[in-house]
């Protein structure tokens, strides 16, 4: 029969730090192989919420065969106005394989004060895991961000790396000219650099201009190229998509119970050539009412298939504001093809839909 034997002693030095240790042999008659486990570890309480703990198991079975765990993590907590946390795992076969697991972030808890700097942030993080020489996964993630008077900018970098050596890297620098968002002239800008696998680059742009002229208008001029759209399945979790929208927009804000707007934009695909352009006058009366009356105006021409149309039309919405026991809601609308109607449609299309609930 075999014999086990365990020793065992966990013991607080001191009201912050406390160590362990486990020691185990079994030992077995014959040619059958003795085993020893060894188990140890200690804690430092930093305070805050912030304590490290490192454990390590070793375990041997004959002289030939063993393995190997060490751990270690800092709890999650704050420590001079920051935000720490991570920890670090390694698995270990004798001679055989090696696994590693790391994982470490920190961020400023409150925007604070440097020099002519004010708000600033920055943040900082990263997950990784390796077998043997070959990378599971290498998330990076790190920012920093400030204004200076109503100037605010911010840089951004994250990387993603798959096995087999994919990686995707996005640089990112933004600003704003005006962070009260009461200035007469304001822009905000968002430049991405987005690399992709096989050293492929993406530029993700968007920008928005606006302009007060008066108390009564605004002008908003915007522009996005490559815009990201999520996906699970990707990288960085957004692919880049092909497209470019340019944006106009001129709107009356001197009328509580009256807004006007005109809109223009413009859609390009760089894959497919497909353009549209659209106009847009809307008009929106008893703005200033739970139950507002919405008026439009739109021509429109596209060209997807290598052909040009065009269309114009309107539509006249009410939407009632919800009472206890009833609801209602209409719209009226109609669409005119002036140039290549699809072979689905005709020429003059009326369209009215009545929506009313109630209950007793």
Do not use: C
């Not at 957004?238 to 927009?249: D, V």
């Not at 309107?314 to 109609?334: A, H, I, M, T, W």
Request: overall charge positive; charged content about 25%; aromatic content about 12%.
């Amino acid at each position: 029969h075999e014999t086990r034997v365990t020793n065992s002693v966990s013991q607080a030095l001191s009201p912050r730090i406390g160590v362990s240790v486990t020691d185990t042999k079994v030992e077995r008659p014959g040619n059958q192989p003795d085993e020893t486990h060894r188990d140890y570890g200690f804690w430092v309480d930093f305070g805050r919420n912030i304590r490290l703990n490192y454990k390590a198991q070793r375990n041997l079975k004959g002289e030939t065969e063993g393995d190997r765990h060490d751990e270690v993590n800092v709890t999650p907590g704050q420590v001079q106005g920051v935000n720490l946390g991570g920890g670090y795992t390694r698995n270990s076969w004798d001679h055989r394989r090696d696994q590693h697991a790391g994982n470490v972030n920190f961020s400023n808890v409150k925007p604070f004060q440097w020099g002519w700097f004010r708000d600033v942030k920055f943040n900082y993080s990263a997950d990784t895991a390796r077998d043997m020489d070959q990378w599971q996964r290498e998330n990076r993630a790190m920012g920093l961000g400030a204004r200076i008077g109503a100037f605010g900018f911010a840089w951004d970098y994250k990387s993603q790396s798959l096995p087999f050596g994919d990686r995707a890297i996005d640089r990112i620098f933004s600003f704003t000219t005006d962070t009260t968002g009461k200035g007469r002239l304001r822009a905000d800008v968002s430049y991405n650099v987005r690399t992709l696998p096989m050293g492929n680059q993406a530029t993700i742009r968007d920008y928005q201009i606006t302009a007060l002229p008066s108390k009564s208008w605004e002008i908003v001029h915007s522009l996005k190229t490559n815009p990201l759209q999520s996906d699970g399945n990707a990288l960085l979790g957004a692919i880049a998509t092909p497209n470019r929208l340019n944006k106009w927009n001129v709107n009356y804000l001197g009328n509580k119970r009256t807004n006007f707007g005109l809109a223009y934009e413009e859609f390009f695909n760089e894959q497919t050539n497909q353009q549209t352009s659209v106009l847009k006058l809307g008009l929106k009366l008893f703005a200033d009412n739970p139950s507002p009356l919405d008026l439009e105006f739109i021509t429109a021409e596209s060209n997807t298939t290598g052909v040009m149309q065009r269309s114009h039309g309107f539509k006249l919405g009410f939407v009632q504001r919800p009472g206890p026991n009833q609801s209602l809601s209409f719209s009226f609308s109609n669409l005119n093809w002036e140039l290549a109607r699809p072979e689905d449609q005709s020429i003059n299309n009326w369209n009215f839909r009545l929506d009313f609930s109630w209950r007793r």
